[in-house]
């Protein structure tokens, strides 16, 4: 499905970035890891700050013609009420959730719309569909990217440059499961699972797939 393609995958040592380098590699991608810090650097394991351009944009120019990108960078956290949510939370959610996917996306997305062809698939969030209680910042920030896919995408579509986004409610991983020690594990969303949706986006069984907002969901 992914055979021969060179896919950068961006917060590729949490839970899901491991998990989407995996699925990505079982379909025959060539895989980038990049993050803010591994163990140890390879040559396909990068240490990159992805909140500051200039350090992504350096990264890429070392890196082959890229075929896809999922923008799996960001983070989650339970905040206070809107009015009580401080600046540096606000920031906090945006500069890891938005701001990540941003730099890498002008970082990439030129080439691919020269070489007219491409794909990004980002992740949004299913929660962001709709506003939280004490989790302002966080829809916010998730929104910010689910429309910016859809703008991207719009920008994009001429060019045979496929844009994206999966929307995963609560995600099966390790810190979600200390977070809420008393839920029920089995409906949430399993890594790999979303990992599967985000691989199809990017193969050629999906090129008439953009601007798609993909929710993939627990089970109720």
Avoid at 74 to 85: A, D, H, P, R, Y
Avoid at 90 to 117: D, G, K, S, V, Y
Avoid at 127 to 145: E, F, H, T
Wanted: charged content about 20%; some cysteine.
């Amino acid at each position: 499905m992914l055979q021969g393609k060179h896919i950068v995958v961006t917060g590729a040592a949490g839970t899901l970035g491991k998990s989407t380098v995996k699925v990505a590699n079982s379909y025959g991608a060539i895989v980038t890891q990049l993050d803010i810090s591994f163990s140890s650097e390879s040559k396909t394991r990068l240490n990159v700050n992805l909140q500051n351009l200039v350090q992504v944009k350096e990264c890429v120019d070392s890196l082959d013609p890229i075929d896809a990108l999922f923008n799996i960078a960001g983070g989650f956290q339970m905040g206070n009420s809107v009015i009580e949510t401080s600046d540096e939370d606000w920031e906090t959610m945006r500069a890891i959730n938005f701001t990540t996917m941003l730099n890498t996306t002008r970082a990439i997305l030129p080439e691919m719309l020269l070489r007219r062809q491409g794909a990004i698939v980002n992740v949004g969030a299913y929660s962001a569909l709709n506003g939280q209680s004490r989790m302002g910042s966080y829809v916010s920030a998730k929104s910010s990217v689910m429309k910016m896919t859809e703008s991207l995408a719009l920008e994009a579509r001429d060019y045979d440059v496929n844009i994206n986004a999966v929307l995963p409610s609560i995600i099966d991983t390790p810190a979600n499961r200390t977070d809420m020690p008393g839920a029920d594990y089995s409906k949430w969303v399993k890594p790999e699972d979303l990992s599967e949706v985000i691989c199809f986006l990017a193969s050629d069984n999906a090129r008439a797939i953009n601007g798609a907002l993909v929710p993939v969901v627990a089970k109720s």
